[in-house]
T-cell receptor, first 115, second 112 residues
Framework: SQTIHQWPATLVQPVGSPLSLECTVE??????LYWYRQAAGRGLQLLFY??????ISSEVPQNLSASRPQDRQFILSSKKLLLSDSGFYLC??????????????FGPGTRLTVL | AQTVTQSQPEMSVQEAETVTLSCTYD???????LFWYKQPPSRQMILVIR??????QNATENRFSVNFQKAAKSFSLKISDSQLGDTAMYFC?????????FGEGTQLTVNP
C-alpha cells in the first residue's frame, strides 16, 4: 500500500531564515505530487505541483519554491521566510492516471510558525 | 475557472442523527470528479467519498452518501447515524485533470 510522509511535523522559524520541508511517497511510481498551504480555519491553496522529476508548476507567485530531485520526493523551500509564510503545509500525491481528476492522498502536514 | 462553494461555515448535529452538508460548483468541463474530504482536529486530510461525474448513480461509503445533481451542479454529503468521531472540517473538492479545487469547508460538530 502507498504511504506519504512529511517532516518535520512542527517548525518554528525566525523571519528571514531559510526553510526546507520534505515529502516522500512510498509504494507507487511516478506519482503527481502537490504542495498546499492552509491558513487556520480556511481551505487549501495549491502552491506547486509536479508530474515528474524536475517538472514543477507554480500556482501562486510568492516567497517559496519547490523541487523534485527524485521520483517520490518533493521539497518545499524558501531562502528567507516572511511572517506571511506561517501556516499548515500539506503534501499530497495522486496516481496521475486519470485525465478527469485523480484522487489526491494527503500527508500528515507540517505546522510552520514564523516569528 | 473552476469554483467550489460551501455555503454553510458551521453545522451541528446530535449523535445518531442525520446531517447533510451542501456544496455547489462551477466548471466548463464535461468530465470531472467530485470529492468530500474530512479534516479532523489532527488536520490530516482524509478522503470520505468520490463521485465520477459521468456516473448517474450516487456514491455511498458506509454511513456516507452523496446527492449528485449534475445539471444543478450540486454535490451534497449526507452523514447518517452521526458519531462523535465525525466531528471535523469537511471540504468539497472538484477535480479535473491533475488539479483539485477546494471549497472553504464546513465545520461539523457532533454533539453527544
Amino acid at each position: 500500500s502507498q504511504t506519504i510522509h512529511q517532516w518535520p511535523a512542527t517548525l518554528v522559524q525566525p523571519v528571514g531564515s531559510p526553510l526546507s520541508l520534505e515529502c516522500t511517497v512510498e509504494g507507487t511510481s511516478n506519482p503527481n505530487l502537490y504542495w498546499y498551504r492552509q491558513a487556520a480555519g480556511r481551505g487549501l491553496q495549491l502552491l506547486f505541483y509536479s508530474v515528474g522529476i524536475g517538472q514543477i508548476s507554480s500556482e501562486v507567485p510568492q516567497n517559496l519554491s519547490a523541487s523534485r530531485p527524485q521520483d517520490r520526493q518533493f521539497i518545499l523551500s524558501s531562502k528567507k521566510l516572511l511572517l506571511s509564510d506561517s501556516g499548515f503545509y500539506l503534501c499530497a500525491w495522486a496516481s496521475g492516471t486519470s485525465i478527469w481528476g485523480d484522487t489526491q492522498y494527503f500527508g500528515p502536514g507540517t505546522r510552520l510558525t514564523v516569528l | 475557472a473552476q469554483t467550489v462553494t460551501q455555503s454553510q461555515p458551521e453545522m451541528s448535529v446530535q449523535e445518531a442523527e442525520t446531517v447533510t452538508l451542501s456544496c455547489t460548483y462551477d466548471t466548463s468541463e464535461s468530465n470531472y470528479y467530485l470529492f468530500w474530504y474530512k479534516q479532523p482536529p489532527s488536520r490530516q486530510m482524509i478522503l470520505v467519498i468520490r463521485q465520477e461525474a459521468y456516473k448517474q448513480q450516487n456514491a455511498t461509503e458506509n454511513r456516507f452518501s452523496v446527492n449528485f445533481q449534475k445539471a444543478a451542479k450540486s454535490f451534497s454529503l449526507k452523514i447518517s447515524d452521526s458519531q462523535l468521531g465525525d466531528t471535523a472540517m469537511y471540504f468539497c473538492a472538484l477535480g479535473s485533470g491533475s488539479r483539485l479545487t477546494f471549497g472553504e469547508g464546513t465545520q461539523l460538530t457532533v454533539n453527544p
